[in-house]
């Protein structure tokens, strides 16, 4: 180190987006600082006495330093020097952990109610006792655990002993704001003298025990939060934390990752830790063990072999499945159905343009709207026609028009609902009535927006309750399903209610239209009907509807892929079960055009 007087040979500090290293040098050594950047797998030139490497790399290969001809005259900033040392004891502890599950000193769940305070007052389950007693044997940690295991009430527990354990003095809570009011509900229930709580979004004084913001206001406000952070030793709670699972790739995980090093303990919930395979997780571990957490993931999974992956990072985290739960299974079924003659011809048209733009330009964004389109075309290619809003519902025909002999098959999807209904649709129907008729209330998941207002409307006999972006009460909305034995339908997208609401008591039943390629929506969503509370006799089912020799079908191999990878490395049978599917045949795939008049007559009849 240096004496403070002579210029040091080599200094480290933080750059401005904390998520990488700055090193400087003086002129005099400029090769050497070559030398060493080239050493790291990021090391970039951005001057010539200065070089930048990722903070994941340096913490790394930190060893690498030692290389440095001049280490008596190195410089580290305090904060990166106090990162570094944690970081060395937490590796130290991970690898302790990772050499068994019972390593010595390890926290066990008969010693968590005397860690937690004198102010804690709330009762745990003997799964939640025994995952917090897991989080407390690592500084850091994640909770994998299904929805409706209490991730947060454990959360708050962690946070408590380590309050009385005098290791930090407050708490961000980084979370969706549909996780608003359960961050302030158990805040305020597990304690005798209930926690102050604020949101960022609400008020500039942040003179509180816990401060909750969300991930779309959290790059905005990093800075005002480093401070905060820095004032007192802090904790840092990423719930859902799948948003930032882009890591340093995404606004959301640069935010995260720039923050967490100033925190002196971090965590991290969320029930789909990776729901596009390892590198989410390695994103996420990446937070919680900056230098290592990511190395441990790509390490484990990097033979093929996940059911050692498993194994090898189960110590890492924790989690309580449905089966430790005690919820009754989860019946979940894929109906396939058939195209009609002019929209099978629409589709494939369709498909043949967009294949010849996707194979002049691989562009990930260009090919991201090339697969929402077909996604469209395979519901019903009339939603690619824009509206007169974005909300206006597809108006479809009853009893449906011949189709003219003559027409383009432009001028044909112009009017495609005058001819045909989308299968579907139809196959929706047919699930929803024969529900209804049992006093089965269902849920339905699309995921545009005018296929949400075309349902709410082909379903209009039910008196449904929708929620989409654009829903102005969407409170009442839930409401009114849950108590209203009229409404004996919900539609809504995965992207707006798929985390964060229960519908478990009222509803057991969910059809998806359409399913994207986000395996993490997926999961979340059928968590809204099939989590804590179930009773044993309870039967919940779900249906995927899939038109045959469309994208629908890449979907469910890509889905059916990413759930087999997560339910391994998780080591849950029964996310792994997700990924195979039971076919079953379609209920309306023989209704006559005739039939079908009739069953939405016989639903309009009851509007």
């Known amino acids: 180190m240096t004496n403070g007087k002579t210029p040091p040979s080599l200094h480290l500090d933080f750059s401005d987006t904390r998520t990488k290293v700055t090193m400087r040098t003086l002129p005099e050594y400029r090769n050497d600082l070559v030398q060493l950047g080239a050493r790291f797998r990021t090391g970039t030139q951005i001057d010539p006495l200065g070089i930048s490497v990722d903070l994941e790399d340096l913490l790394g290969q930190l060893g690498q330093l030692a290389t440095w001809p001049h280490g008596s005259s190195v410089?580290?900033?305090d904060e990166l020097a106090e990162l570094v040392r944690g970081n060395v004891a937490d590796t130290n502890a991970v690898r302790k952990q990772l050499s068994s599950a019972q390593a010595a000193g390890t926290v066990q769940a008969d010693d968590v109610a005397g860690l937690l305070g004198d102010d804690?007052?709330?009762?745990?389950?003997?799964?939640q006792l025994r995952d917090i007693a897991k989080l407390l044997s690592l500084n850091h940690g994640a909770n994998f655990s299904v929805p409706g295991a209490g991730k947060t009430r454990v959360a708050l527990a962690v946070y408590a002993a380590q309050c009385a354990a005098g290791a930090v003095k407050r708490l961000l809570v980084v979370c969706p704001k549909s996780a608003y009011e359960s961050w302030e509900f158990e805040s305020a229930a597990c304690f005798a003298k209930p926690l102050r709580t604020q949101l960022v979004e609400r008020s500039d004084d942040w003179e509180t025990d816990v401060l909750i913001i969300n991930y779309?206001?959290?790059?905005k406000s990093a800075s005002a939060l480093a401070m905060w952070l820095k004032a007192a030793p802090s904790m840092m709670i990423l719930d859902e934390a799948h948003r930032m699972k882009l890591g340093t790739r995404g606004a959301y995980g640069t935010a995260c990752m720039a923050l967490g090093p100033l925190a002196r303990r971090r965590l991290i919930l969320t029930g789909t830790p990776a729901p596009n395979g390892a590198k989410d997780l390695e994103s996420l571990m990446g937070f919680a063990w900056p230098g290592q957490g990511q190395r441990q993931v790509a390490s484990a999974v990097a033979g093929g072999d996940l059911s050692r992956a498993s194994t090898v990072l189960r110590p890492l985290f924790a989690r309580t499945t449905k089966l430790e739960l005690g919820l009754p299974p989860m019946e979940t079924k894929v109906r396939y159905v058939d195209m009609p003659r002019l929209h099978g011809q629409i589709y494939d048209s369709i498909v043949g343009k967009e294949a010849g733009v996707a194979g002049r330009d691989n562009d990930l964004g260009r090919l991201g709207k090339t697969a929402l389109r077909l996604l469209m075309a395979a519901t019903s290619?009339?939603?690619?026609?824009p509206g007169e809003s974005r909300y206006e519902p597809l108006a479809y025909q009853l009893p449906p028009l011949d189709i003219p002999e003559n027409d383009s098959l432009g001028a044909l999807l112009r009017e495609l609902p005058a001819y045909e209904l989308s299968p579907k649709y139809k196959e929706a129907a047919a699930i929803v009535a024969a529900n209804a008729a049992r006093g089965r209330k269902t849920l339905v998941w699309t995921t545009f927006v005018r296929s949400l207002t075309t349902v709410h409307q082909l379903f209009a006999a039910y008196?449904?309750?929708?929620?989409h972006g654009g829903t102005i009460d969407r409170v009442a909305e839930l409401e009114r399903f849950q108590n209203d034995p009229d409404c004996m339908v919900l539609v809504s997208n995965p992207a707006t209610l798929g985390e964060g609401i229960s519908l478990h008591q009222v509803c057991h039943d969910a059809v998806y239209v359409d399913r994207d390629f986000a395996a993490g929506r997926f999961l979340q969503s059928l968590d809204r009907i099939h989590r804590l509370g179930l009773g044993s006799d309870?039967?919940?089912?779900?249906?995927?509807l899939a038109v045959r020799g469309t994208i629908d079908e890449v979907v469910e191999l890509r889905l059916a892929a990413k759930l087999e990878f997560m339910g391994k490395i998780l080591d849950d049978a029964q996310v792994q079960q997700l990924s195979d599917l039971e076919e079953e045949p379609s209920v309306a795939s023989g209704l006559e055009p005739s039939d079908i008049q009739s069953l939405l007559g016989h639903l309009n009849t009851h509007r």
């Open 75 to 77: 410089k580290w900033e």
């Open 120 to 127: 804690w007052i709330a009762d745990l389950r003997d799964f």
């Open 216 to 219: 779309e206001r959290l790059s």
């Open 381 to 385: 290619p009339a939603l690619l026609i």
């Open 463 to 467: 008196q449904p309750a929708v929620v």
């Open 538 to 544: 309870v039967e919940t089912r779900v249906t995927v």
